[in-house]
């Protein structure tokens, strides 16, 4: 397809070149004589990057001059509201009259930059800043092709109409009643990139297996993966493009799913529907929401995340609920221990959660009692998982950065209460313990060049080479027996995979690779 760029490592000198401008936030600065706001939105279709956090532009006195004049000025305009969004990012400036053409996206977190060529450029197009009206430019979706990367946009949200309730409220006030587009390409004249990455949505987070055999998974571009039990993947949508980070099956009249995602997105799925459907969210506060847990009879719980700033809201009614903080964490950086993560998962009686810090608390929704387990030796946590069976099983280190050959792994069948620790197969431990359904425990590690597959049948006192697995891929075993993988889709192609016999042996399923594209370019490059 024509108009496809390649991610670039970022140097710190590349990052901002030559004369360039950091254009002032109108919602801190407020009005700047001669220049007008303006406000674009960009969704990552990608696990390349984690986002962008800057975005340059070129300034042209002259519509439509072919090249920038000498010494004018170019500009930069950074992510709003930063602590919300994972793939979704608003950005907002003071810009004066001109022409403006995006030239690179940053994402500072990855240390990669797409930098456009004159093609991807032109296909954009340039937006026009004129008079004293705010300028909406709508959504603009990245998204792989093969190894390359396609930048288009949107034709669903041509305006940030939907998204500016969800930013802090001086932003929705400055672009009230601002109407969209300022394109010199109308979005439905332009490269068809939205329509191809909604056909290739990448993700797979929150596996869960459904009564019926099908599984689901929240993954990107507002979509559901949906695994009918033949091995055939199809996509539940909902009308908008944010990311969603967590599905949950629930048994309600109007609702079998629950699905939640960035800048609080709420959505239900209708038994036998076609589609999502927005939930009012109520008096939740503008985050992310990153799990939903709990019932009609129970009330709901929905972890929520706004930078590094966790709550924990229940609310007695879903629709239009009044959300009241029941546990709040702190999951800020730290120099000594590094990031910090955050785990929720069902149990029997209600959810349970963690931090790295720990401890293990978990949730009766009966009682609405807490009760804390200590994490084995009061390590750090750096991985949990919850099996079928009820096992679970932490990867723990302790401290300061240390894991390896410093990690254990511990398991347990009373939800922490007792631990017991598991001798790993492998020099260097990345993962915890998963048990399959019929009691076989997996667990993965190996050299950098090739991990592996080890299985115990005897609770993990054995192991044995089970099969050779690949880094950066993430099983998820299920009820039934079925193993699903997926890989973080960190290098542009993203697969999904099955096993029948425990991990043995795998089948892509779906992959968002572009045979098509790929022949093409092989026959481009032969006839060189």
């Known amino acids: 397809m024509r108009g496809a760029a390649r991610l670039l490592a970022l140097s710190a000198t590349a990052a901002l070149t030559g004369c360039t401008t950091m254009a002032t936030d109108p919602a801190k600065t407020g009005p700047v004589a001669g220049q007008v706001p303006v406000i674009l939105s960009i969704t990552s279709n990608t696990g390349q990057v984690r986002g962008t956090d800057l975005i340059h ?32 990012a608003a950005f907002v400036g003071n810009l004066p009259p001109g022409e403006y053409e995006l030239t690179q996206f940053l994402d500072l977190g990855t240390h990669k930059s797409l930098r456009l060529g004159d093609s991807q450029r032109a296909a954009l197009g340039r937006f026009t800043v ?47 009643g601002t109407a969209g587009q300022a394109w010199s390409v109308a979005p439905e004249a332009a490269l068809p990139v939205e329509r191809y990455a909604l056909n290739r949505p990448v993700g797979a987070d929150c596996v869960t297996e459904l009564a019926d055999g099908r599984v689901v998974a929240a993954s990107r571009l507002g979509a559901l993966l949906v695994r009918a039990t033949d091995g055939r993947w199809s996509a539940l949508r909902g009308p908008s493009l944010e990311s969603l980070l967590c599905v949950s099956p629930v048994a309600l009249p109007d609702a079998d799913l629950l699905a939640v995602g960035e800048y609080g997105t709420l959505l239900r799925h209708a038994p036998n529907g076609d589609k999502l459907i927005p939930v009012d969210t109520g008096n939740l506060p503008p985050g992310d929401l990153v799990r939903i847990e709990g019932s009609a009879g129970a009330g709901w719980y929905v972890a929520h995340r706004d930078g590094s700033a966790l709550t924990i809201f229940r609310s007695d009614r879903l629709e239009a609920g009044d959300w009241q903080v029941v546990a709040r964490e702190s999951l800020a950086f730290s120099f000594w221990h590094g990031g910090v993560g955050f785990w929720m998962w069902p149990t029997k009686d ?9 401890p293990l608390r978990f949730l009766d929704f009966a009682t609405r009692q807490w009760r804390e387990r200590a994490l084995p030796d009061n390590r750090r946590l750096i991985d949990i998982r919850h099996s079928p069976t009820g096992l679970l099983s932490v990867l723990t280190s302790p401290g300061g950065g240390m894991g390896g050959i410093f990690a254990k792994v511990h398991t347990s069948l009373d939800g922490g209460e007792h631990w017991t620790a598991i001798e790993s197969p492998f020099k260097v431990v990345i993962s915890p313990v998963t048990q399959l359904a019929n009691g076989t425990m997996l667990m993965y590690g190996g050299a950098m060049t090739q991990a592996e597959l080890q299985s115990s049948t005897d609770n993990g006192k054995t192991w044995s080479r089970l099969a050779d697995y690949q880094h950066g891929q ?10 699903v993988d997926a890989d973080l889709g960190q290098f542009g192609i993203f697969d999904l995979r099955s096993s029948g016999d425990g991990g043995r042996h795998w089948k892509i399923e779906y992959t968002t690779f572009d045979r098509a594209f790929y022949e093409q370019q092989k026959a481009r490059d032969g006839n060189k």
């Open 474 to 483: 993430v099983f998820h075993a299920l009820k039934s027996g079925l193993l």
């Open 57 to 88: 532009l070129d300034r042209f006195d002259t519509p439509g001059a072919a090249t920038a004049a000498a010494g004018s000025q170019s500009y930069t305009l950074r992510r709003v509201a930063a602590g919300i969004g994972r793939d979704t």
């Open 350 to 358: 209600g959810f349970g959660y963690s931090t790295s810090a720990g």
């Open 130 to 176: 004129a008079g004293s009206t705010a300028v909406d430019l709508g959504r603009v979706i990245i998204t792989p092709l093969n190894e390359k990367v396609l930048v288009g946009q949107s034709t669903s949200l041509p305006s940030n109409r939907a998204l500016l309730p969800r930013l802090p409220a001086d932003y929705a006030r400055l672009f009230a």
